[in-house]
């Protein structure tokens, strides 16, 4: 059984870093993709980053420049680095894996207030 385990959310100040991780575990097959997700109140869940097995990487515009995707392969975590935060970047933020079929972590709350 496939788990996705976050961590690194919490409260930050506007204009404030945070850096979440997500490791998987209790897979064979190797993960083809890693990425994550958010979902803020009222809003549907949108894609932030994700990065493939050949290291391309994809945004969402709004994060572009701010956040900065990477993957440890040998220890089957994905790290999101969020620098630049902004209260729109509320929102709970899911990992998500891709290894034969979709995989989802439980979330975790990032919440940028002053």
């Known amino acids: 059984q496939v788990q996705l385990v976050e961590s690194g959310g919490g409260l930050v100040q506007p204009g404030g870093s945070l850096r979440l991780s997500c490791e998987a575990s209790?897979?064979?097959?190797?993960?083809?993709?890693m990425g994550w997700y958010r979902q803020a109140p009222g809003k549907q869940r949108e894609l932030v980053a994700t990065?493939?097995?050949?290291?391309?990487?994809n945004y969402a515009a709004s994060v572009k420049g701010r956040f900065t995707i990477s993957r440890d392969n040998a220890k089957n975590t994905v790290y999101l680095q969020m620098n630049s935060l902004k209260p729109e970047d509320t929102a709970v933020y899911y990992c998500?894996?891709?290894?034969?079929?979709?995989?989802w972590g439980q979330g975790t709350q990032v919440t940028v207030s002053s």
């Open positions: 998500h894996a891709y290894i034969r079929g979709d995989y």
């Open positions: 209790g897979s064979r097959l190797s993960i083809s993709a």
């Open positions: 990065t493939i097995n050949d290291g391309n990487t």
